[in-house]
């Protein structure tokens, strides 16, 4: 007897195995006994071409979706501001601003507290008289954004003893500052010494030694200032008064410069700016040679 399955797509009988009986020697019965074909392909799972077996289900059950809470119209809102991404803010730069302000108590207060209200850090401040006798002119220098400076300009302007706020940020000008500063020529250990207030350093070197050392240091200052274009204005035993007018920036590196030998104190007037004056009699020079290097069409050969 032959067992069979039938294919559903063709309605087929497919031989699955056969039914036999055999007699026990023992028993004198007759026991049945299968004989198993092996499966067809279609109908088993294979690791080679990863066929899915045909008897299972061909679409499974999908879990339920959870029951996510119902969000009013204020939590989306506040849901979507919260994962906006902030605008990047406008880098911050250096600006130059000239107020010219009635000579008057008060002025610098009103000016600094506008300021001051909105957050902007004074990095310099110049206030001095001009030419005119109720006249002041005032230099501020602001590290801040674009957008809060002008602002600022325009509640500056409002003022009423303030005359005009001028902005140099973007002009050529004429910018000098004044450094007063007091350098040790004795060294590093002695500076170090004085800082701390020690009266009775005893130092290895000989006093001839010291004397040279002291000498060296003075000459290499003396140098320095003459090539920043500075003066030595006091010298002791132990130290050097120099002041140097110039821009910020080579005052910077000045004091870099200075900075081994022992600053004992500094100070600094501020920056004062003027902008530069515009040479009109080059400028129509320029355009003359430029008239003048033009070629006339006409007097060329043909093509």
């Given at each position: ?233 006091d010298v002791s035993n132990d130290c050097v008064t120099i002041q140097v007018p110039a821009k910020p920036s ?54």
């Open positions: 007897m032959t067992w069979s399955v039938i294919k559903a797509s063709t309605r087929q009988r497919i031989p699955f195995g056969v039914l036999s009986y055999s007699r026990n020697a023992l028993t004198h019965r007759y026991v049945p006994s299968v004989t198993k074909f092996s499966a067809p392909k279609e109908y088993t799972t294979s690791n080679d071409d990863n066929r899915v077996d045909k008897r299972q289900p061909r679409f499974k059950k999908l879990p339920a979706l959870p029951n996510l809470p119902t969000l009013s119209a204020q939590e989306a809102v506040s849901n979507i501001i919260y994962s906006t991404p902030t605008a990047p803010a406008t880098p911050v730069s250096r600006h130059v601003l000239n107020c010219l302000v009635q000579n008057e108590p008060g002025v610098l207060s009103r000016v600094t507290g506008i300021l001051a209200a909105r957050g902007f850090n004074i990095d310099s401040l110049v206030v001095a008289k001009t030419e005119v006798p109720d006249l002041s002119r005032m230099t501020i220098v602001l590290i801040a954004q674009d957008l809060g400076v002008e602002q600022a300009m325009k509640q500056l302007e409002d003022l009423t003893p303030v005359w005009a706020v001028l902005d140099y940020t973007n002009t050529k000008i004429v910018e000098r500052e004044l450094l007063l500063v007091k350098v040790s020529i004795l060294g590093s250990d002695h500076e170090q010494a004085m800082i701390q207030g020690v009266t009775n350093f005893n130092s290895s070197s000989t006093p001839g030694k010291r004397l040279l050392e002291t000498h060296e240091n003075l000459n290499a200052l003396n140098r320095l200032t003459d090539m920043f274009k500075g003066q030595i204005l080579r005052l910077n590196a000045f004091m870099k410069l200075i900075r081994p030998f022992g600053i004992l104190e500094a100070s600094r007037s501020g920056m004062m700016a003027m902008p530069r004056s515009v040479a009109y009699e080059e400028d129509e020079q320029e355009d003359e040679q430029e008239t003048d290097s033009q070629v006339d069409a006409t007097m060329l050969p043909p093509g």
